[in-house]
T-cell receptor, first 112, second 115 residues
């Protein structure tokens, strides 16, 4: 089945720097979501962007969506040590099966 | 208040055994999911239920049998456990409207270890 791919697989930055993660997918979508997973925990929803939206903000998070390139990016500004986690994108196909395909994840490490 | 809960949190068992994982959500959602996350952190959907009806079954071996007694519960029973079943299993729920599912709320996961 289709799956998204996050890039990079791992990212290590200093506290206060910005972190950018990218997600590419293969099929047309209704919406794209970003999730965070702390080690040993369940996934936490961060932001949802619909296929007719190009950019969305939530606090220090900024998500962009380019449906022509089938890609999305997640920007975390002024990163904190607490942002250390894995970040996943998830896409649903327009076939309406309520099925989300998760990417392989980006492991972000923010150094204090 | 826990939105999506799973029990047990840890499950260690031997090959060939049968085990169950329970999931409950108190969010009033009509759709629930089971995911398997392997050692490489790849998260793969296994099943999805909408209003107690199975709508997604992702080529999961029939040793895995989900059961949804009501909209708030989705349990996963696994027969004849194999070493390859070792993983973290996540339950999730979401609201759906028409053909679109919205953000999913995940349980804390059940770490299954088959020895």
């Amino acid at each position: 089945s289709q799956q998204g791919e996050e890039d990079p697989q791992a990212l290590s930055i200093q506290e206060g720097e910005n972190a950018t993660m990218n997600c590419s997918y293969k099929t047309s979508i209704n919406n794209l979501q970003w999730y965070r997973q702390n080690s040993g925990r369940g996934l936490v929803h961060l932001i949802l962007i619909r296929s007719n939206e190009r950019e969305k903000h939530s606090g220090r998070l900024r998500v962009t969506l380019d449906t022509s390139k089938k890609s999305s990016s997640l920007l975390i500004t002024a990163s904190r040590a607490a942002d250390t986690a894995s970040y996943f994108c998830a896409t649903d196909r327009t076939s309406g099966t309520y099925k989300y395909i998760f990417g392989t994840g980006t492991r972000l490490k923010v150094l204090a | 208040d826990t939105a999506v809960s799973q029990t047990p949190k840890y499950l260690v068992t031997q090959m060939g055994n049968d085990k169950s994982i329970k999931c409950e959500q108190n969010l009033g959602h009509d759709t629930m999911y089971w995911y398997k996350q392997d050692s490489k952190k790849f998260l793969k959907i296994m099943f999805s239920y909408n209003n107690k009806e199975l709508i997604i079954n992702e080529t999961v071996p029939n040793r895995f049998s989900p059961k949804s007694p009501d909209k708030a519960h989705l349990n996963l029973h696994i027969n004849s456990l194999e070493l390859g079943d070792s993983a973290v299993y996540f339950c999730a729920s979401s609201h759906v409207a028409g053909a679109i599912a919205y953000e999913q709320y995940f349980g804390p996961g059940t770490r299954l270890t088959v020895t």
